[in-house]
């Protein structure tokens, strides 16, 4: 039987690129540091993926027809400049390596927006330069590099998801949407930069769905996984105290705008529209209703 | 006291970055899988740098200051697309990880001009576009980016030595110019392409030498090293076939040339010279007639 080990796949992310494959009728294998409680129709391995030897007994047990990639270091605040970035650019490597060894036929990397270099205009696969300005843009950008090479010269196929904004309930508490959720939600002012920035969010189960459906195509070459749709931080912000009913907490320009973000950084996604067949379907209002109503259960109001 | 620490310190040029860290007057570290008879003023360490738990040991036993990198597979005739390249791309960061983690003061590594789109024109650190088509040149360059996001990242100086073509006494007996000396001294036909290709031979005395003082100097980025003199495989050949006194055992044009190999391939050095402030001085007939000699010794001619 056809078999995929997905790694990262308790993750943000990766819990949503596992329902897509299970339909697929492949044998799914995952692997994570703790068995997750749900472990629905998979084959869990408890493995660190940071230590050499345990890699290399992962791949000499599952022997994966495919291997979808997501586990990185994603710690908010800290992933951007960790030297962490290099450990998994590291066990990246290696875990292709010992994959393109043992029979793989198709490497699926997960790669970022950040390896772009944008200039007020939608980012495309090919034609957008390529130039990271961050530690963990620039290792992504390498283990694409280093995984492109490996499967071209052992003539395996090979994809490489560069992941735009993925939002949705779960996200880390400290990130963006889900503090201003809170922060709204707890009746407390929600102050923001200008929100001048224009990002492609993409609601982690699309973005799930798209790196799973990429997984299953025979397409080659980098993939943006995101929307095409430009929303500014503003516009989020406004969003969420509509939904949240609370506008007037909203403080646009109460803090400074953060030196060096690209203004504009969205997605051009005609190669998975087209090629992989995959278009996300959720709106944001879909996405950031749902992201309220899971914080107010999580903390109702005091009322 | 300023310590330095030297990866592939016994391999064909790491053997020759030695001397000249040495009468800096650092401590030396040197690192091999196993110990080498003659040691000079050096601490040696015998680790295997393909294994985690040793790179780890070997970096918090030496703390160095200046870590000098060249350890990689170049088995000829297979590191082109040897997966190994995988292993050594795995490696290098996670001993470049360790080292920024730890003090590291300098990172200097070794890559290839295999990293550039050669056009006909000298290789210009940069000017020349970097595109490899080797899995070799591919890692290597996405080591360099790995390295220099890392260096940039936390602050520590760094250098890229692009060694073009280390030609000299002790070459693996199968690689081109060895194995043209060998035929030639025992009286065989020595057979060859075209011999059009353009190269940049440098003697390995001078490219190591060469490192060595990029690893001294304060030197950022990456650094051709190569002599910037332009010599053709059958200038090569004839020089030989000169020197051993055999010009009538050249067979010029007796093999196709290979597909896909790259006309001129030549370093521009004005880094090397300029800022590093080292010029290769040994010229190609002194290095030829040094091989030639070495091949005699090592076997007679039966006269």
Chains 1, 2 share one sequence.
Not at 1 to 19: C, D, N, S
Not at 55 to 73: E, G, S, Y
Not at 206 to 232: C, F, K, M
């Amino acid at each position: 039987m056809y078999k995929i080990l997905v790694t990262g796949a308790t993750g943000f992310v990766g819990r949503h690129v596992l329902p897509q494959l299970i339909k697929s009728g492949a044998e799914i294998h995952a692997v994570a540091r703790e068995m997750p409680e749900q472990a629905l129709s998979i084959s869990w391995h408890a493995f660190d993926l940071l230590d050499q030897t345990q890699r290399v007994r992962l791949i000499c047990d599952v022997r994966p027809d495919t291997l979808v990639h997501l586990a990185w270091d994603t710690t908010p605040g800290h992933f951007w400049s960790s030297l962490s970035n290099l450990d998994w650019a590291a066990a990246t490597l290696d875990l292709v390596r010992h994959s393109a060894e043992r029979g793989v036929s198709r490497i699926v990397g997960v790669g970022t927006c950040a390896e772009y270099d944008p200039a007020d205009q939608e980012c495309d696969e090919y034609q957008t330069p390529i130039a990271p300005t961050s530690l963990y843009g620039s290792t992504k950008d390498a283990c694409r590099r280093a995984v492109q090479a490996c499967a071209e010269a052992s003539g395996i196929s090979w994809a490489w998801a560069r992941l735009f904004y993925p939002i949705g309930i779960d996200e880390k508490e400290t990130r963006l949407i889900p503090s201003l959720a809170a922060a709204l939600i707890s009746g407390c002012s929600a102050q923001l930069s200008s929100g001048a920035a224009v990002r492609d969010f993409i609601d982690v189960r699309d973005a799930g769905e798209a790196i799973a459906e990429l997984a299953l195509s025979q397409v080659i070459g980098p993939v943006n996984i995101g929307t095409g749709r430009p929303t500014s931080v503003r516009q989020i912000a406004e969003l969420l105290g509509r939904i949240v009913g609370r506008p007037d907490l909203i403080e646009i320009g109460a803090l400074p705008d953060r030196a060096g973000e690209p203004h504009y950084l969205v997605a051009r996604i005609n190669r998975l529209v087209d090629e992989v067949g995959f278009r996300p379907h959720r709106q944001i209002e879909e996405t950031l209703t749902d992201i309220v109503t899971s914080h107010r259960i999580a903390r109702p109001r005091a009322s």
